[in-house]
């Protein structure tokens, strides 16, 4: 089973203490309910994804996140082996990291990650 390396980090800024921060030169997500940075707006793959309580975004790498273990489910795309992901500061779920897809069209999707809209706040430069 892959492993589920949220990539590396970034500038270390002191005054929070998550495992990894985002420039603050980058539009960034981060984690609602504790404001940890979970990924750079140029990570943002797809705004068009459903997750299990809403709208979902699908990135390519993230960051203070952790990984659960792989299960399969069935998915609106097909059969899925997916890891729900959470939030390393809170621990709040966020969405899931794709592990595998079984369809051939859907093959795009592994090793990526969802996160569910209600999770995510926009930091660092949107205005």
Known sequence: MPSCDPGPGAACLPTKTFRSYLPRCHR????VHCRAHLAKHDELISKSFQGSHGRAYL?????????GPAEQRLLLTGLHSVADIFCESCKT???????QAFE?????KEGKYIIEMSHMV?????D
């Open 28 to 31: 960034t997500y981060s984690c």
């Open 59 to 67: 990135f390519n790498s993230v960051v203070n996140v952790g990984c």
């Open 93 to 99: 779920t966020l969405g899931w990291k794709y592990e």
């Open 104 to 108: 051939t069209s859907q093959k795009y």
């Open 122 to 126: 926009k930091d660092n430069g949107w």
